[in-house]
């Protein structure tokens, strides 16, 4: 029924595409309410930039992939706001119990006001990006290149001469809501009696992501290919992590996340022409997922998605997220889209930022 579902959706989505006025870009910078943007293969050159980039936005945004997020577009999307039930998507602070990365611990001190006796404050110290995060475009360069989003430096970002290019308080001063969509990627290979390791390099290729759509009812081509991906979108994808972690114990979970940096091995998606072309031409606003690094890690070959999609198209990728009670949810209503708010921290100068989510279906 699902599929025959989809099918009827992706002829219905293409009969509106027929009769909607399409509008895609002209000038620089693009008009974010277009409904069609260029593929990856007819992006133009940009001088002075990595190949690949996408700076259409204007010489000063720091926005990147966010200026999808029009007015019309998350109006449209709180349309996805049926039911009003609320589910958060924050790890606990102290999640994982020992970060990933050799990234500093979460310590939290209560301290009393006055005599004590009458009110408290505390303070937290945290690695902004030791639990569930987003990843700003300060956080990886374009390798080749040493540039970040946008033709952000390193004497952008520190010393002397640092500035507020390519902060997170950018994404801040904007926000993040609009439609999200799910792939339950664990489910659906536990369904198929594929099992893996994701404190290991397990990959999860395209057309595992395109079988798991399919699974789900959904084809995720971009709308104006005749899929359910709408330009916009915000992309989550459940790896299996958060469900692997909860089974261990903190010593087996330590031991894990304290290897050498370059033995730190993690599953995620695969880097592939075959995912950047999608991750690239749905026009997704972010993507995140629950796994440690959101693609498979380390990386292998020439494509590394955290440059693609932070420094080549600002597009910000979120990790560590619980995904667990959406995903149960959504499977309840066989409904993977929803109404998703996050609101990154208002730091000028940030790298990172924990978010502040919640999926409302």
């Given at each position: 029924?699902?599929?025959?579902?989809?099918?009827?959706?992706?002829?219905?989505?293409?009969?509106?595409?027929?009769?909607?006025?399409?509008?895609?870009?002209?000038?620089?910078?693009?008009?974010?309410?277009?409904?069609?943007?260029?593929?990856?293969?007819?992006?133009?050159?940009?001088?002075n930039a990595p190949p690949g980039a996408a700076w259409f936005w204007g010489k000063d945004d720091f926005l990147g992939r966010i200026n999808l997020l029009t007015p019309?577009?998350?109006?449209?999307?709180?349309?996805?706001?049926?039911?009003?039930?609320?589910?958060?998507?924050?790890?606990?602070?102290?999640?994982?119990?020992?970060?990933?990365?050799?990234?500093?611990?979460?310590?939290?001190?209560?301290?009393?006001?006055?005599?004590?006796?009458?009110?408290?404050?505390?303070?937290?110290?945290?690695?902004?990006?030791?639990?569930?995060?987003?990843?700003?475009?300060?956080?990886?360069?374009?390798?080749?290149?040493?540039?970040?989003?946008?033709?952000?430096?390193?004497?952008?970002?520190?010393?002397?001469?640092?500035?507020?290019?390519?902060?997170?308080?950018?994404?801040?001063?904007?926000?993040?809501?609009?439609?999200?969509?799910?792939?339950?990627?664990?489910?659906?290979?536990?369904?198929?009696?594929?099992?893996?390791?994701?404190?290991?390099?397990?990959?999860?290729?395209?057309?595992?992501?395109?079988?798991?759509?399919?699974?789900?009812?959904?084809?995720?081509?971009?709308?104006?290919?005749?899929?359910?991906?709408?330009?916009?979108?915000?992309?989550?994808?459940?790896?299996?992590?958060?469900?692997?972690?909860?089974?261990?114990?903190?010593?087996?979970?330590?031991?894990?996340?304290?290897?050498?940096?370059?033995?730190?091995?993690?599953?995620?998606?695969?880097?592939?022409?075959?995912?950047?072309?999608?991750?690239?031409?749905?026009?997704?606003?972010?993507?995140?997922?629950?796994?440690?690094?959101?693609?498979?890690?380390?990386?292998?070959?020439?494509?590394?998605?955290?440059?693609?999609?932070?420094?080549?198209?600002?597009?910000?990728?979120?990790?560590?997220?619980?995904?667990?009670?959406?995903?149960?949810?959504?499977?309840?209503?066989?409904?993977?889209?929803?109404?998703?708010?996050?609101?990154p921290a208002n730091c000028k100068g940030g790298v990172g930022s924990h978010i502040n989510a919640i999926a409302i279906l």
């Amino acid at each position: 029924m699902a599929s025959k579902d989809s099918s009827v959706q992706a002829r219905l989505n293409q009969v509106i595409s027929f009769l909607s006025p399409k509008r895609k870009p002209q000038t620089i910078p693009w008009d974010p309410d277009c409904t069609e943007f260029p593929a990856r293969k007819e992006i133009p050159e940009l001088p002075n930039a990595p190949p690949g980039a996408a700076w259409f936005w204007g010489k000063d945004d720091f926005l990147g992939r966010i200026n999808l997020l029009t007015p019309a577009r998350v109006k449209h999307a709180s349309s996805e706001i049926r039911l009003g039930e609320m589910i958060p998507l924050n790890l606990p602070l102290d999640v994982p119990s020992y970060p990933a990365f050799h990234r500093a611990e979460f310590k939290q001190e209560i301290m009393p006001i006055g005599s004590g006796d009458l009110a408290f404050d505390d303070t937290y110290t945290l690695n902004t990006q030791s639990g569930s995060q987003w990843d700003g475009f300060r956080h990886v360069a374009h390798f080749g290149t040493k540039t970040w989003y946008n033709n952000t430096k390193f004497e952008d970002i520190l010393g002397p001469n640092s500035n507020l290019k390519a902060s997170i308080h950018y994404l801040s001063e904007h926000g993040i809501c609009g439609r999200a969509i799910l792939l339950d990627y664990w489910s659906y290979a536990q369904k198929k009696g594929k099992w893996y390791d994701c404190f290991d390099r397990h990959t999860i290729p395209f057309e595992e992501l395109q079988a798991c759509g399919k699974d789900q009812g959904l084809d995720i081509r971009p709308e104006s290919q005749g899929g359910n991906v709408k330009v916009g979108d915000i992309l989550l994808v459940r790896s299996g992590w958060t469900s692997q972690y909860e089974k261990l114990s903190p010593e087996a979970w330590k031991k894990h996340a304290s290897r050498d940096m370059e033995q730190q091995r993690w599953g995620g998606l695969e880097a592939s022409e075959k995912t950047v072309d999608w991750l690239h031409d749905c026009y997704f606003s972010a993507v995140a997922g629950d796994a440690p690094s959101f693609e498979a890690w380390p990386p292998e070959g020439d494509i590394v998605l955290h440059c693609s999609l932070l420094a080549l198209w600002g597009c910000p990728i979120g990790e560590f997220w619980d995904l667990e009670k959406l995903s149960k949810r959504c499977r309840e209503l066989n409904r993977w889209t929803f109404f998703l708010s996050s609101s990154p921290a208002n730091c000028k100068g940030g790298v990172g930022s924990h978010i502040n989510a919640i999926a409302i279906l």
